[in-house]
């Protein structure tokens, strides 16, 4: 049980708002989450920053959700993302296409995720 800090509990309040619908309240603990994260727990950072970026293409700041995904793309060399990560990932990527399509970031999203995708 002491694994469940706050930033943990934070992390899983803001699962639950996303899936209610509640995306400002789930990007806002998100935020919380990430500043409170132990350092040493870089997969549960990707993890709950993939949501951040989620929760931030569903309030329609598409911009906003690619600045905050793209640095979870790994480069060539870089350790690839675990299972879940993936599949999220690949979640935003399926729902940036749908709300802005052709869009200039979108464009410059889709160039780094197809690059990463052989990484993930």
């Known amino acids: 049980m002491s694994f469940f800090d706050r930033a943990e509990l934070d992390g899983l309040a803001a699962l639950v708002m996303a899936r209610l619908g509640r995306h400002d309240e789930s990007e806002a603990r998100l935020h919380r989450t990430l500043s409170q994260l132990r350092p040493d727990l870089r997969r549960n ?17 598409a911009d906003q959700a690619v600045a905050t995904a793209l640095p979870l793309v790994p480069e060539a060399g870089e350790r690839p993302l675990s299972g879940r990560n993936k599949k999220l990932l690949s979640q935003f990527d399926r729902g940036l296409t749908q709300v802005a399509a052709g869009t200039r970031f979108v464009i410059e999203w889709q160039d780094r995720f197809s690059e990463g995708e052989k990484e993930l």
Do not use: D
Not at 45 to 61: D, K, N, S
């Open 45 to 61: 950072r990707t993890y709950y920053a993939i949501h951040l970026a989620l929760a931030q293409l569903a309030q329609g700041e």
